[in-house]
Nanobody
Framework: QVQLVESGGGLVQPGGSLRLSCAASGFTFSTYAMSWYRQAPGKERELVATISSGGYTHYANSVKGRFTISRDNAKNTLYLQMNVLKPEDTAVYYC???????WGQGTQVTVSS
């Protein structure tokens, strides 16, 4: 079974940085595209970034230039480097495998002074 375990969320001030990690297991990680989604209270879940098995990336316009999605296939781990954080980035961030339609448990990111 696919399992996605996220870590790295927390409370940061505006302008700060966080790096989220998603430890994947139960499938051949290196051959699948991976995504980060987020969901703020009262809002629908939205795509933040995705990375293909070959390392090609896509970002939502709202995070382009600030966030970087990456993967370490040797460690079966997906990352989201989040820089210049804004209050509107506050959300629960989820790891997602599109081909399996499988979600992680989510990790809370709160950007507040």
């Amino acid at each position: 079974q696919v399992q996605l375990v996220e870590s790295g969320g927390g409370l940061v001030q505006p302008g700060g940085s966080l790096r989220l990690s998603c430890a994947a297991s139960g499938f051949t990680f290196s051959t699948y595209a991976m995504s980060w989604y987020r969901q703020a209270p009262g809002k629908e879940r939205e795509l933040v970034a995705t990375i293909s098995s070959g390392g090609y990336t896509h970002y939502a316009n709202s995070v382009k230039g600030r966030f970087t999605i990456s993967r370490d296939n040797a460690k079966n781990t997906l990352y989201l480097q989040m820089n210049v954080l804004k209050p509107e980035d506050t959300a629960v961030y989820y790891c997602y495998v599109p081909d399996f339609r499988s979600w992680g448990q989510g990790t809370q990111v709160t950007v507040s002074s």
